[in-house]
Every structure is written in structure tokens, then in C-alpha cells.
């Protein structure tokens, strides 16, 4: 498989810090939570190296990127080092005065608030009191600045029920063009708290119908990379692949899922090169001491990981016996490593075979795009 | 020698990823365009110091089977980057601006 000379995005957590305790922030207690921000001199020099590298985007996130009183200084070396920027945030430390330097840039991609709910309860549940109504806040800051803003809408236990109510508020209400979804992956703070926090079986078989039926409503302004919608879609061909008794899909049958170390490499708060944020314990180096281009072209730990494409899932255990081995990826490689303690292993995460097997439904299949 | 040499645009970068191949990525736009090896061959001697004959010579150098009409070639990918602001021209001194 060929790859770039330089990734083309790097994934960058700026701060440690956050001023909220989301109950299933994936970053927290997992293997990125590490003591003590860098400098921004650190991240500067970072991204002199970018640059060289012809690195085109990167994406702060943290922690609660706008909690750093230097966030500015550090914006400013993206721009200077020829590279555009996205923002991950909770929205609830955004003014105007960072709005309007944003703006300013010309060179933000967009800026993301996680928004979960379209009443207080269901948003300020997880996220702590107070957090709906100041992330509104800052969505519209940066609205009224001509910031481009995204929204996700992370599902849990406790909005699947309000997700009718959450399309309304941001495709009606706030008139956004579209807005992102996907739920609380057993990852970091979300581990701890599972039992209040994760979708139950049933939760998703709702979730997945729900946001279906809402993509249909909305002409296709919900979208998903993971989560119940993406799994819908993603389910349903298998179930079709699987009844019609196709051939192996390509590209399938394997450890493909999801290959994001073929195009970016992540960066954790105290300098750590990973291959991905989901990755944080894989260490290939830190930033300013080892040459970014040498790890990306040459490091064994990500050789290793370009190659879980040729592991056939036929031969985990897991799988034996699947009737859907030949049409699945093995997902994230990330959750894996969290739930079994493997990166080169399926996630049971994502396993559709399970979900059924615990009493999970599929939807109708016409309520697909 | 022409008193225009074409300069690549300093804020663009040269993205190269597979192969010879590459994109001309436009930070302030986020636009990216594609160029085939022969055109990363002449943007990087887009420098202010060759025009376009200087340019189509040192490709006749590096590369067999050259067309005869290569110099036209060059002349219409430069100006297609003019167009696109991704390349000015550096007025040399005491010549018409």
C-alpha cells in the first residue's frame, strides 16, 4: 500500500487541562492524560517542523484547548508555518475577543462544540451544570464572528431519547447546515462510568432507527464517522451482503478498520508522537527531538499498525464462525486495545453478530438515504 | 533572457506525496492543486531565477522524450498558475513593471 511521504494532519493535544469533567470524556484516565502543558515554544518549533514536512492541517484539542491563556501565540505559529486549523472544544471558554482572532486568521477549518442536548438536563447530565447554556453561548459567539462551527452530539444513556428534540434545535432552530454525532466509546472517564454512561443494546437499537429516520427527515444533515448512524449504515450493507451471499467486499474481511495512520499522526500534551489519539499508549517519539518524518516513513510501531490490513479476521476466535467476517473492517483499533487489551484484535465494540446475539434489532432498511 | 521570471507564490506549499506526484496546497483557501511530476519539476525552478526557456531546457536535461511543443506546455501550465495566484512574476530592475 503506498503512503505519503509526511502525514498530511497532525492531531494535537495543546492542554491537559479542562475546566469540565465530561463523565465519558474519552481522554481522561486513558493513556493520553499526562501531567504538565508544554510551553507554546515547544509547539512553535513544532510547527516550524510541520511546515518542512508540508504537514497542511492541524487539529487542537486537549483537554479544553481555549483553557490555554497562550492559545493565541499558538494559533499564530499554524498560520505562520503555512497550515490551516480545526479547534475541539466544549464551547464554554469561548469570548469574543478569541472569536474575533480567530476569524481573523482566515485559516480555521472549523471550530467544534459538543452540544448534547436540546434542554439543559440531557446535556448538562454528563458535561456538569451550567455547561448547555455556555456552549450555546460560545456556538453563537462564534457564529457571530463568521467562525465556522461544527457540532457533535456525543449519544448516551441519557440523550438517546431527546435526539428528535436535538436535531430540531440545531437544524431548525440554530439553522445549522449539518451536525456531527457519535456516543460515548468505552474509552477513558466513559470506562468508569459505562454502567450510566454507554448505550445499552436497546439504547442503540433506538439510537440507530432514531437517527436514521432523522437523516431521512433532514435530507442527510446528520452525519457520523462512528456511532449508532454510522453503525446503522454500516450493519445494514453487511446484513445485505450477508443475505444476498455476496463475495467478500473488498477491502473487508480484515483489520481495516480505520487506517487514520495512513494520513495523521497525533501529538499528546507533553510532546508524545502516537499514531492517534485512540493510540495514546503507542509512543514513537517526541516533538523537537526526534525527526517527524523518520517516524512516519520508518518507526516498526507504525509499520506494525499499516499492516493490520493483511490479519484476516478469520483468524481471532472472536470471529469464528461469523457470518458476517468476509463484509467486516474490525473497527477501531483503539477500542480494541481498551476492551481486550489488543490493537491487533477486532473490537467487540463493534461487532454486529454480538449486538444481535444480545437481543439488538437492525433497522428497516428504507429509512436509509 | 525574459525580463519576467515567474516566482512561486511563497505561501503556497508543495505537498509532494506518492511517487512524483504532489498538490499545491493554498493555506488561506484551503484549495489544493494537483500537479504530475513534470509540473513539480517546474515549480521548484519557479524560484525568480529562470524563466520559462531556462526551465524547458533543464527539463530537456532531466528527462528523455521531451515534446517539441514543450515549451508551450510550460508557458500554459505557468500562466494557468498565474490565473490561479498560486505564481507572480518578479520585475527585474530598470525593466518595464
Redesign the interface.
Given at each position: 500500500m503506498r503512503l505519503m511521504r509526511t502525514p498530511k494532519k497532525i492531531d494535537v493535544n495543546i492542554t491537559n487541562r479542562c475546566n469540565l469533567r465530561c463523565r465519558y470524556c474519552y481522554h481522561f484516565e486513558s493513556a493520553g492524560d499526562v501531567e504538565g502543558d508544554l510551553p507554546a515554544a515547544e509547539w512553535l518549533q513544532f510547527f516550524e517542523e510541520l511546515n518542512r514536512c508540508a504537514v497542511t492541517e492541524v487539529t487542537l484539542a486537549g483537554g479544553e484547548p481555549f483553557i490555554r491563556e497562550d492559545l493565541k501565540e499558538i494559533i499564530g505559529g499554524i498560520v505562520t508555518n503555512r497550515m490551516r486549523f480545526a479547534i475541539l472544544s466544549n464551547g464554554t471558554l469561548i469570548d469574543d475577543e478569541m472569536a474575533a482572532f480567530i476569524a481573523s486568521t482566515g485559516r480555521c477549518n472549523y471550530v467544534q462544540i459538543s452540544i448534547d442536548g436540546s434542554i439543559p438536563t440531557t446535556h448538562d447530565v454528563m458535561r456538569g451544570k451550567g455547561s448547555f447554556a455556555m456552549a450555546l453561548q460560545g456556538l453563537m459567539t462564534l457564529r457571530r464572528h463568521g467562525v465556522p462551527a461544527a457540532v457533535r452530539v456525543t449519544i448516551h444513556r441519557k440523550n438517546v431519547s431527546d435526539l428528535e428534540g436535538i436535531a430540531k434545535l440545531l437544524l431548525e432552530d440554530l439553522r445549522l447546515s449539518s451536525f456531527g454525532t457519535n456516543s460515548a466509546g468505552a474509552m477513558g472517564l466513559c470506562r468508569k462510568n459505562a454502567e450510566v454512561v454507554q448505550l445499552t443494546t436497546q439504547d442503540r437499537t433506538i439510537a440507530m432507527e432514531t437517527l436514521l429516520r432523522l437523516t431521512k427527515k433532514y435530507n442527510g444533515r446528520i452525519q457520523a464517522m462512528a456511532g449508532p448512524l454510522a453503525e446503522a449504515r454500516g450493519w445494514l450493507e453487511m446484513e445485505e451482503a450477508r443475505l444476498e451471499g455476496r463475495p467478500p467486499t473488498r477491502g473487508r474481511g480484515s483489520l481495516t478498520g480505520c487506517g487514520c495512520y495512513r494520513t495523521s499522526l497525533s501529538v499528546r500534551a507533553d510532546g508524545t508522537i502516537t499514531p492517534c489519539t485512540m493510540l495514546s499508549h503507542i509512543e514513537l517519539g517526541r516533538i523537537n527531538r526526534d525527526d517527524l518524518g523518520e517516524i512516519w516513513r520508518d518507526h516498526d510501531g507504525l509499520k506494525a499498525l499499516r499492516e493490520r490490513h493483511l490479519i484476516p479476521l478469520g483468524q481471532f476466535s472472536f470471529c469464528e464462525g461469523c457470518p458476517y467476517v468476509n463484509h467486516c473492517t474490525g473497527n477501531c483499533p483503539g477500542l480494541s486495545y481498551t476492551l481486550v487489551g489488543e490493537v491487533n484484535h477486532p473490537s467487540p465494540d463493534a461487532c454486529l453478530r454480538k449486538f444481535l446475539d444480545e437481543g439488538g434489532r437492525l433497522p428497516d432498511r428504507t429509512l436509509l438515504c | 533572457m525574459d525580463a519576467r521570471n515567474p516566482v512561486a507564490n511563497p505561501?503556497i506549499?508543495?505537498?509532494?506525496?506518492?511517487?512524483d506526484w504532489a498538490i499545491l496546497?493554498d493555506?488561506?483557501t484551503?484549495n489544493?492543486f494537483g500537479l504530475n511530476p513534470t509540473g513539480v519539476f517546474i515549480w521548484k525552478l519557479l524560484d525568480g531565477k529562470h524563466n520559462t526557456d531556462d526551465i524547458v531546457s533543464r527539463l530537456r536535461e532531466e528527462a528523455e522524450d521531451v515534446p517539441e511543443d514543450a515549451s508551450e506546455h510550460a508557458r500554459q501550465f505557468i500562466a494557468s498558475l498565474e490565473k490561479q495566484g498560486l505564481v507572480g512574476y518578479e520585475v527585474i530592475a530598470g525593466s518595464p513593471a
Open positions: - | 505561501l506549499v508543495l505537498r509532494e506525496e506518492f511517487d496546497f493555506p488561506d484551503g489544493a
